[in-house]
């Protein structure tokens, strides 16, 4: 399905299953972090650490041996990352 781009850049509400809460921030933060966490896990084999360091995160080149759909996987991070930018969001994996 096309993608559209009003409701993206609407403010997403966050509500984890099976817990009391309202999202006043706080759990959009967490989710945040659960998500960059997930998506630059080295596990994944999206992504790798940088030559120089462990904190540094870096395409891995062999993402195609990992993953059949890594161009789509690559494409799905990109928009997740933008999105995260358009609301103020840390990104720290």
């Known amino acids: 399905p096309k993608s559209r ?3 993206f850049r609407r403010p997403w509400r966050i509500r984890f299953e099976g817990e009391p809460g309202i999202d006043q921030g706080g759990l959009t933060r967490e989710w945040w972090s659960l998500i960059m966490q997930r998506l630059f896990d080295t596990n994944s084999g999206l992504f790798s650490y940088a030559a120089t360091d462990t904190v540094t995160h870096t395409i891995n080149p062999l993402a195609p041996l990992v993953s059949d759909d ?12 933008g999105k995260a930018l358009l609301d ?3 990104i720290d994996p």
């Open 5 to 7: 781009p009003r409701l």
């Open 70 to 81: 890594y161009r789509q996987q690559y494409h799905f991070v990109g928009r997740l990352l």
């Open 88 to 90: 103020g969001q840390t």
